[in-house]
């Protein structure tokens, strides 16, 4: 297998494991509100995230294990592979189709991975076009945005700086927000905020909150991901997962704080969407940066996204629910480790078998059995 070949699988692996993960989240989130168990945002948000490294390194994961197989340091009985359970299964005739047809259904994976390589067909090349030209335009608006959020912290004032932190103030700012560059952190303030001492420090608690859980860096790193996972619907369900619970997560961290007044925190939130409004008209399209930070609320509308209303509602309906259960690190793994092991079991499950097994064996000696029978009926004489 040339080296093309191995990087698209691995690319069409991960975003299996990426679908099935997303499915899986979901799943277990229902699951657990169902039973009555209202997990602390912090706690779903470091699920999720956790969820998302795991199938990262899926992909070596599953080198390393296919590696200890082949050197016999974990049994055969514990390898996993779909295309081997299918052919064992119609092998013992629980999948009744002509073996051509079902050799045809296995190898149609890797036929349309060929085409869309070699160029060598209508459909693989319109695949490959709309691919590039999606990682281009996806890539080329991540470009712009960060183009655009360097100039506009240019264009910022300094206002206090401690150690790698800067707190900038600006005249366009929309609403506050977090980011960071390759050394220094940011929160950029609007200037009226100034003359808001109350709700000036409830948004830094928000925005440093947001800096100590690293939601910038996983913002940045999403954003970059965007324009290979484009396509993928899952990848869009994901994120819109981990915004919203970052968001809950400040806020009940916030919330939880001893000298913080709920209701004043309610307002504060009310009072900076109602001013964002009034200022997104005036500056829709100037110094502004659609990715790679973090703001306090969201004044934008998007495309097959809720409403900034929807959002905020939700936000504060969130805020005025009872305590959330902040669990045992033992009852965190319990829910951790099933949802590791699925995503594993998938990722090994959906590798290309091996060519040639006992059982594919079979269904080689079935299908020209099959062929031979075709030609013998050619030949015989009607009666």
């Not at 340091?73 to 002509?98: C, E, F, H, K, W």
């Not at 009034?278 to 996204?305: G, Y």
């Not at 809720?306 to 319990?334: C, D, I, T, W, Y």
């Amino acid at each position: 297998m040339t080296l093309p070949n191995q990087i698209f699988d691995i690319y069409i692996d991960l975003n299996i494991t990426f679908a099935i993960t997303a499915v899986v989240w979901l799943v277990a989130k229902y699951v657990l509100e169902r039973m009555g168990v209202k997990l602390a945002y912090s706690v779903q948000l470091g699920l999720l995230n956790g969820l998302f490294v795991i199938t990262a390194i899926s992909p070596g994961a599953v080198a390393l294990y296919r590696h200890l197989l082949d050197a016999g340091i974990v049994p055969g009985t514990m390898s996993v592979n779909l295309a081997d359970a299918a052919v064992s299964q119609y092998l013992r005739g629980g999948i009744a189709i002509s073996a051509q047809d079902f050799q045809e259904l296995l190898g149609l994976r890797a036929r349309l991975s060929e085409e869309i390589l070699a160029l060598n067909s209508a459909l693989g090349t319109g695949v490959a076009i709309f691919f590039v030209a999606g990682v281009a335009f996806f890539g080329l608006k991540l470009c712009r945005a960060f183009i655009r959020l360097n100039q506009m912290l240019a264009s910022c004032h300094l206002w206090r700086e401690h150690g790698r932190l800067r707190l900038l103030l600006s005249d366009t700012a929309v609403v506050p927000f977090s980011a960071r560059g390759l050394t220094k952190n940011y929160v950029v303030l609007p200037t009226e905020l100034l003359t808001q001492s109350e709700d000036l420090k409830l948004v830094l608690k928000h925005e440093f909150e947001h800096l100590r859980q690293g939601d910038v860096t996983w913002e940045i790193g999403l954003e970059v991901l965007r324009p290979l996972f484009f396509w993928n619907p899952f990848f869009y369900i994901w994120k819109s997962e981990v915004e919203r619970l970052r968001e809950l997560a400040c806020d009940q961290k916030v919330a939880e704080s001893a000298q913080v007044d709920l209701r004043s925190y309610c307002m504060c939130l009310l009072r900076a969407a109602k001013s964002g409004l009034k200022k997104r008209e005036a500056i829709l399209n100037r110094n502004r940066s659609d990715v790679a930070a973090v703001a306090l609320i969201e004044v934008q509308d998007r495309l097959l996204r809720r409403s900034p209303a929807q959002k905020l509602r939700s936000r504060v309906e969130a805020l005025m629910e009872p305590n959330r259960v902040q669990p045992h690190a033992g009852f965190a793994a319990l829910v951790v480790v099933p949802m590791a092991a699925i995503v594993f079991v998938t990722a090994l499950a959906i590798q290309k078998p091996a060519d040639w097994s006992q059982d594919r064996l079979m269904l080689s000696a079935i299908i020209n059995l099959e062929r031979l029978e075709t030609i013998n009926s050619f030949g015989k004489r009607p009666q």
